[in-house]
């Protein structure tokens, strides 16, 4: 029954990715919500450019793909901004750099009033996101380069990585008393892989007992395929007793390391992972499991709260220049406790806190939200 569960959860969001992938974007779009609403919702609180009912179209551009985070974290944007009333377009380029800043330069042509730019890690993300300010565009970027921050009015948003490392690795120091033989799964070149990074190295310094034996890495569309031959391979170099733990920076990396335990029968190691969804929470419950620990922030969550940000941004509010979001520490133990299967729909009664934030959900957009209420 769980599995079955799990099967029907992962198929829709299988096929909701596939329904976000590439650009849904239409310069035909209209931007004025003028009379869509519900008449009876004053909107005497509400900023001017929405009251007179302009409303905006957004457009959100993610460079990676094709996995549960990215459903969930458009998912999350598309849902806040239409509940506000806005038109919001989305794209996903699966990794693609070029598709990626295509996606972008179109953008700029299009009558986009702002933009949610996600995982644009490189300096022409930089230079790309100068070019949409100077024509008068609102954004806000997710795990990108650093020094968006510095461009003004663009607000840098993140899970809180140094938070996510920490929480997971402070786990496995203490699981294993300070002693235990380690594989590292990690990839450099993204801004969240630098700073987890930062923490694991400080915690390898500060814990002398914990030893890396080996590492793996890579981002490719076929990331967890990769991993779980690259760990199958690790297996077969190290018998038991030569690895007591995995640490995995991607849950994507996770997801693979987890497939070759399994299939190598060495349930002995112990994974400890970042970053959360449907098809990762069903690993971790199946009781054979590896997979003890997760540390992750609800990435619908985060895109509602991207968002948010726009919209404040959009209706000439204040905005900081980088927002760091909580992060939580997710546990088989709690989650094999449940009387049910735990997805990332009913997280939120396992974990406390879970995919609720009240962070810039100014009164004005719970009238917007009540005005365009279906």
Known sequence: MKNKIYNSAFI???????????????????????????PDVSLENVPERFAEGEGAKIKVIRKIGGDDHTAQFLAGA?????ALGFTVDVFTANGDTAKFHDAIAQGLTEDYDGFIISHGDDDATVEAVQKLVDAGKSVVTFDSNDKLSTIDGVTLTSQDDEALAKLALDQLVKDFNGEAKIAYLWVDGFPPMVRRNKVYQETLDNNPGIKEIERFGVAAEDTSVQTQNAV??????????????IFATWDAFAIGAARAIKEAGRDEIKIYGIDVSNADLQEIQTEESSWKYTAAVDPK????????????KLAGEETPATYNLEASLISQETLL?????????NLADTIEGWGKSTAFEEEWMKTLKEYYKK
């Open 78 to 82: 598309k849902e806040e901004g239409e």
């Open 301 to 312: 969550l985060i895109g509602a709260v991207d968002m948010r940000l726009l919209a404040k």
């Open 12 to 38: 829709f969001i299988l096929a909701f990715t596939l329904l976000l992938t590439g650009c849904s974007s239409s310069g035909d779009s209209a931007k004025s919500t003028a009379g869509k609403g519900n």
């Open 337 to 345: 406790q449940s009387s049910e299967p735990i997805n990332m729909v």
């Open 232 to 245: 199958a391979s690790m297996l077969n170099k190290h018998p038991k007793g030569e690895i007591d733990a």
